[in-house]
């Protein structure tokens, strides 16, 4: 069974919804810091967030107060220079490389790898010399995997997203064949695993029950979402329960 990183973005949405111009005043709330720690409190393993390119949620000062007080940390984002300087600097525990567009609501489809694995591999070679694991988010697709064995990354993260938005079971098995395929060659190429994107409450024990060799389910919106329910931690625990079997 996986454990689980809590994707903490759509805090600092919720955030940036009413205190853009001042994230941090005194009076800006809720604070994605103390999202990533009650999430540790509960039982989560990672902590991810994605500062992207135009700091719609996530902000600079946001990532560098997390890094300084979690165990271990996650860093989203694109495949810039400025980016892969940032990251050296702040030495995350992991790196997980994502396609960016302004125009998305949230990251839709995997890094695009193959027939461009020289122009990913110096910054992927740059990122591991500073001694972070660097994961590359991908679609469930064998000569994606790899290019990113080919690219020179530790691990690779499959885009769940095929999978969570299948509306039929004969595509959700489909799907699902699709990321036990992934997984089984990223794992032969000895390549960790990783997954994420639109995985549920509803939908995340049947995947990790049936896809091999995943070690972190990366989960922010759903988590979110049923918090407002039930509250922070115990919406972690239940997902927790969920990726671990427990």
Known sequence: MASLGVNIDHVATLRQARYRANPFSPFAEPDPLEAARLSEDAGASLITAHLREDKRHIQ???????????????????????????????????????PERREEVTTEGGLNLLGHEERFSQGIAQLRSSGILVTAFIDPDESQVRAARTAGVDCIELHTGGYANATRPEAEEVELAKQAAAAELAHSLGLEVHAGHGLTYRNVRRYVARIPHVRTLNIGHSIVCRALWVGWEKAVREMVSLATGE
């Open 60 to 98: 600079p000062e946001d990532i560098h107060r997390i890094r300084s007080v979690v165990r271990r940390f996650n860093l989203e984002m694109a495949v810039l220079p400025e980016m892969i300087a940032f990251a050296c600097e702040l030495h995350p525990d992991e790196v997980c490389l994502v």
